[in-house]
């Protein structure tokens, strides 16, 4: 392609708009235009990485025997009413962009594909000899995200690979599991990324397996801890650890002490001359369900450590049931103008235990009238520990679990972190890193199959729920998140495998009819031998064409210059910066083979 007739615009500032270094490079190269909040057009460039980054993932997927197919993107309201998704999805999530038709009924836009894939599967898989079945997609997703920003990182319509098996047994779903792991480990190294498959929450389904394609960024939204042993990854969100050992409780008696002014684990410690491993901490959270209920949870944890947020979810999840309700619709830890609504007289801020009495809660319709207390393991294991006295200005020290306090149910809700020692090799402390999430891959079980009557007949005549695996990757994420990963203050730089083109030719001077001469000649020999091969003939400066092709990030540029009278060109490598001279009669061939490596 010659630059003279592309839409080729590059911006020589920094857009105001971007804050990473991938979201600002793919604006300032012309590779995307902001069409609204996390809506992007995908300029002729981009659209050609993005392209390549599909055409691996089909290519892998294909090998597994995955079939491609292309569902629906507006998706009939029954269909998540099915599943029960419906009203969590477009109204209390809200993630889900949904309208009314002329006739009045309701549609969504798919930001995902269980219920058209299990309604597919439900009208065509009849028996057990159909199984398993593996059908993908690559297509345009739509979420209202809360938050879209970094670009296509988290965008509101963007590009998703999806697919969904279908299996007699969770055997057979394991089989599927383990090849897409492989698959999507074969297709983030010939993208040419760094990076780490890590363990991954798997919500309230629970379910076994659940793991994440990390893309190893410091811009990462996700933390990341791992061992150096290579034995153990896992999302934050997920981890699992061995806390620091507590340090023996100095205080061997147990009494109510003044402390003013230490509302603070920190200030307590200083006052009391005590590690924080010696203190019970007490966290308040507020829960509401779907049914509209408030509940408050008191979490009693050691005072080093902190909530996992999403295992405290998973928790509560777990126990709607026991509340009348499905699912949460927020949980937060509740602030001043939020305990106003519920508290009967002002909390002991700082200052609370773990038997902080009921009657702090007003009563009040739609508000749970007891605290759902929980208990950390790590506080479960102290003896003669400090903790709050329910009163401003005091705590009790020397307490016992059993004597001085009724243990309430104990739950592991503490956030692994860096410096932890590993559960698989205590010797192994925990690192952490960040990383951008560009794939998923999850067992699913029957959530959906169940919820939706998708049943099969066994070999011995059983009518059973089909067993289901689904499997994402962000495509248009990934492409992004390449850039993150490489790039110098120059511009991108591209790994070959999904750089828009492999070479660009920049000539110097088209006034100089034998530059011109040399560069048309490259440029067809070139694309002879399917090198996909840019022609810069543009009437610009030299200057302005090598800032371009360094800002664009074309693995190899060729310049016909001052050499060409020894018959030779600069080849310049845009990864290394190295700059060489080669005869005109070799480029092809260097660059063949280089390319292919
Ligand atoms: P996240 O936690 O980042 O919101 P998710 O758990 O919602 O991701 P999935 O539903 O598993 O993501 O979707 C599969 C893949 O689609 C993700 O691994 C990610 O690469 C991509 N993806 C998800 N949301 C977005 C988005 N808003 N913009 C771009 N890509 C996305
Ligand atoms: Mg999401």
New binding site residues.
């Given amino acids: 392609m010659r630059l003279s007739q592309m839409l080729f615009v590059t911006l020589r500032e920094d857009p105001a708009e971007a804050e990473i270094p991938s979201h600002k490079l793919l604006l300032r190269a012309g590779y995307i235009r902001r069409i609204a909040s ?1 809506v992007y057009a995908y300029l002729p460039l981009m659209w050609r990485v993005l392209k390549k980054v599909s055409q691996i993932v089909r290519e892998e997927m294909d090998a597994t025997g995955a079939l491609e197919c292309l569902l629906p993107q507006m998706q009939p309201a029954e269909l998540w009413q099915e599943s029960g998704r419906w009203d969590t999805y477009t109204k209390t999530e809200g993630i889900m962009f949904s309208l009314t038709d002329r006739q009045q009924r309701e549609m969504g836009l798919g ?2 594909h269980e219920e058209v894939i299990t309604a597919v599967a439900r009208d065509t898989i009849r028996s057990y000899r159909q199984l398993p079945l593996h059908l993908y997609q690559i297509q345009t ?1 739509f ?1 209202d ?1 809360i938050r ?1 920003r970094f670009g ?5 319509e ?3 690979k ?1 697919g969904y098996s279908f299996h007699a047994d969770v055997d057979s779903l394991k089989q599927t599991y383990q090849d897409m792991y492989q698959a999507y480990s074969n297709i983030m190294s010939r993208c040419g990324l760094a990076f780490r498959a890590v363990d991954a929450d798997s919500g309230a389904i629970g379910g076994s397996g659940s793991q ?2 990390m893309i190893l960024a410091e811009a990462g ?2 933390e990341v801890l791992y061992t150096e042993d290579g034995k153990y990854a896992a999302n934050v969100e997920k981890a699992v650890s061995l806390p620091p050992d507590a340090a023996v409780s100095p205080f061997t008696k147990y009494e109510k002490r003044s402390t003013p002014g230490t509302d603070t684990i920190d200030k307590l410690c200083q006052f009391l001359q005590c590690s924080p491993t010696t203190v019970v901490k007490n966290v308040l959270y507020q829960v509401v369900y779907n049914n509209g209920l408030t509940l408050l949870v008191l979490i009693s944890i050691r005072g080093d450590q902190d909530v996992n947020e999403v295992k405290l979810q998973n928790e509560l999840t777990r126990l709607a049931p026991n509340y009348e309700a499905k699912t949460l619709v927020a949980l937060k830890v509740p602030d001043a103008d939020e305990q106003q609504k519920w508290a009967a007289k002002p909390l002991p801020l700082g200052y609370m235990a773990p038997n902080l009495a009921d009657d702090y809660i007003a009563e009040q319709k739609q508000l749970h009238g007891q605290f759902l207390r929980l208990l950390d393991p790590t506080a479960k294991d102290l003896t003669n520990f400090v903790t709050g006295a329910n009163e401003a200005g005091y705590h009790v020290v020397g307490a016992n679990w059993g004597k001085d306090f009724l243990p309430a149910a104990v739950v592991d809700l503490r956030k692994a972190k860096a410096g932890d020692a590993a559960i698989h090799d205590p010797s192994q402390t925990l690192q952490s890193a960040r990383g ?5 891959i ?1 067992q699913l079980g029957t959530k959906y199959s169940q919820a939706m009557g998708a049943t099969y007949t066994s070999e011995t005549g059983e009518e059973k729920p089909l067993v289901m695996g ?1 499997y ?7 492409a992004q998140a390449a850039v993150e990963q490489s790039y110098d203050q120059d511009g991108i730089i591209w790994p070959v495998a999904i750089a828009p083109y492999h070479v660009i030719i920049c000539i110097p001077n088209i006034t100089d009819t034998a530059q011109v001469e040399i560069a048309e000649q490259l440029y067809t020999e070139l694309r002879q031998v399917g090198i996909e091969t840019l022609l810069d003939d543009r009437a610009d400066r030299a200057g302005v064409k090598f800032k371009d092709a360094d800002l664009i990030g074309i693995p190899y540029r060729i310049v016909p210059g001052r050499a060409i009278k020894n018959g030779k060109v600069e080849l310049v490598t845009r990864s290394t910066r190295t700059s060489e001279e080669i005869p005109i009669t070799d480029v092809v061939s260097t660059l063949k083979q280089r390319l292919t490596v």
């Fill in positions: 996390g930001p995902t997703k979420r995200e879209p296509l990182m988290r965008g509101r963007f590009i998703m999806d994440e394609f939204e996700d951008i999430e560009a794939g998923h999850f689904c994402g990757i962000g495509v248009s994420r990934l």
